[in-house]
């Protein structure tokens, strides 16, 4: 272990001029809704997932690559991804004219591998998970003569990640905390080495899910601990570890790592479309999660929560949508029975009295019980909130002809919105 951490607030500075002209300056969205709901003061969402390929990822790669030699140029790049470092290292490779080629693995979306193509890589599908992937990258690096550029471990990348943190102390001085997402470590060590240079004590909490959590014990007991397999949504963070750059610089810069459920994501996603008319991906909504779910007091403060990608599989993310508003108490897909007399057309009519929202209908399972001479139907119905839900489930259980055998209500919620 060393004493200095490997990454200083000066090569985030250097990074930030190399960068200058490369990427945007992504907005800081100040949100009152989500101050409301937390108890914070003010509320900041840092939106990366308006950089350049949707992602912070082209910051640490252009940073990275544009410091390699001429010769290392002139044989290319490689690098193991299946989301968007793989975007972040092609456009880098355009824009300094390398050749740059990405192994991802087999259950990568095509979308995904269309837009790193997009940007002039050369793509190589191998391995059925990530791990496969980023082995076979690293024995066509030593074959070929390749540069390997690793998603975070590495003093460059986490440098260029860290020019989030300059912009977002200038665009947000009087910030007192900021939630970071972890997967490795390379966002949140380059950012909480910007913030801590500051003359401010502004406190970095990294967040993670629960499948994944595995740097808080790291850092809780001053040495790596590397979990056997990760369970979570939010694929963009699902590491197992942190690696020996990453740790040597978070340590002693990070203030404290806290964890959220997959629950409290899906409902973060909701959130962030209907609140704040952004699309963001599982990874990047964690640091909301864990604000609105209060794993850490936020009362009064000016908090920045990080918004790192929004690559987002349209179908996956309608789908997470969904999940979100169960979770919030806003959606149900109650099981009814209906007399074969009987029409739709009531169940309909009486929620536009309600005003409540009828998602869809689609005929329903018959379990042992179910009288036959009623159709199960199971409908998706949209509400404000858990009363409302639950009075329009009673009003069309209420009606001639219908049974609510099953109201699909969830008992716990995450947490509330509000008006």
């Avoid at 490779?93 to 837009?115: N, Y």
């Avoid at 409902?267 to 850490?296: C, F, H, N, W």
């Avoid at 908090?303 to 309608?318: C, E, P, Q, R, Y």
Wanted: charged letters at 25%; glycine letters at 12%.
């Amino acid at each position: 272990m060393t004493d200095e951490p490997p990454v200083s607030i000066g090569d985030v500075e250097a990074a930030s001029e190399r960068l200058e002209e490369v990427v945007h300056r992504t907005p800081l969205d100040r949100s009152t809704t989500f101050a409301g709901m937390s108890g914070a003061a003010s509320v900041g969402l840092k939106l990366e997932n308006a950089q350049r390929t949707g992602s912070f990822k082209i910051r640490g790669a252009y940073n990275c690559m544009a410091q390699l030699s001429d010769e290392q140029r002139e044989r290319g790049v490689i690098a193991a991804s299946a989301g968007n470092h793989a975007q972040g290292v092609a456009l880098a490779g355009q824009l300094l004219g390398i050749e740059t080629t990405i192994v991802v693995p087999e259950i990568t979306p095509a979308a995904k591998i269309a837009a790193t193509r997009g940007y002039g890589a050369a793509v190589v599908v191998e391995g059925d998970i990530y791990e496969r992937s980023y082995e076979h990258a690293l024995e066509l690096a030593e074959r070929e003569g390749l540069e390997f550029v690793h998603p975070f471990d590495d003093e460059r990348i986490i440098a260029g990640q860290g020019t989030v943190g300059l912009e977002l102390f200038e665009q947000y001085p009087e910030l007192d905390t900021v939630l970071v997402a972890i997967g490795g470590g390379g966002l949140i060590g380059g950012i909480a080495t910007a913030l801590k240079a500051q003359d401010r004590d502004i406190r970095v909490l990294g967040v993670q899910p629960e499948g994944a959590a595995h740097a808080g014990r790291s850092l809780e007991n001053n040495e790596i601990y590397e979990r056997e397999s990760v369970d979570t949504v939010a694929d963009g963070i699902a590491d197992t570890r942190l690696l020996e750059t990453t740790f040597e610089t978070m340590r002693g810069r990070v203030d404290g790592v806290v964890t959220v459920a997959d629950s409290g994501i899906a409902a973060a996603v909701a959130l962030l479309a209907e609140r704040a008319k952004t699309v963001v991906e599982p990874a990047g909504a964690a640091p909301l999660a864990a604000l609105l779910s209060g794993a850490a007091e936020f009362e009064d403060e000016d908090v920045a929560v990080v918004i790192s990608g929004g690559n987002a599989d349209l179908t996956d993310h309608a789908d997470l949508v969904r999940q979100g508003l169960i979770e919030l108490g806003r959606y149900a897909t109650p099981r009814l029975a209906v007399s074969n007399r009987g029409r739709i057309g009531p169940v309909t009519d009486r929620l536009d009295e309600c005003g409540a929202k009828l998602d869809g209908v689609r005929a329903g399972r018959r379990i042992p019980g179910d009288d036959p001479n009623r159709r199960p139907m199971e409908l998706g119905i949209e509400a404000n909130g858990p009363d409302h839900l639950r009075e329009a489930i009673e009003a069309i259980g209420s009606l001639d002809g219908v049974e609510v055998l099953e109201p699909g209500l969830e008992p716990e919620r995450v947490f509330e919105t509000t008006d």
